[in-house]
């Protein structure tokens, strides 16, 4: 079992920057790769960072150049990732979840989620 706890988000003007933290901690050695997703009200939850143990990043086309995922951390215990966003749009607003995905138990961990919500 991996478990994931995050930390930050909350309430910022448009344009304005933002970070959340992502530990994962447990069977960490399992752990191919740790991302997030974000799903805004009444829409699909979608991945839009990703970064691998070898810190390969992927981005969705709607964040490109906007967020920056980043491993900031990593020993025997424990693995901290680090979500840097800035120029926040509105349409960012939603609940923001970090991922693990372990490729030895083939499954998708998840933390308790973190509001982000853009507004003036």
């Known amino acids: 079992q991996v478990q994931l706890v995050e930390s930050g988000g909350g309430l910022v003007q448009p344009g304005g920057s933002l970070g959340l933290s992502c530990t994962a901690s447990g069977s960490i050695f399992s752990v191919y790769s740790m991302g997030w997703y974000r799903q805004a009200p009444g829409k699909q939850r979608e991945l839009f960072a990703t970064?691998?143990?070898?810190?390969?990043?992927?981005?969705?086309d709607s964040v490109k150049g906007r967020f920056t995922i980043s491993t900031i951390s990593r020993d025997n215990v424990k693995i901290t990732v680090y979500l840097q966003l800035i120029s926040l749009k509105p349409d960012d607003t939603a609940v923001y979840y970090c991922?693990?995905?372990?490729?030895?138990?083939?499954?998708?961990?998840w933390g308790q989620g973190a509001q982000v919500t853009v507004s003036s």
């Open positions: 991922n693990a995905f372990s490729m030895l138990y083939t499954r998708n961990y």
């Open positions: 970064i691998t143990n070898g810190g390969e990043t992927t981005y969705a």
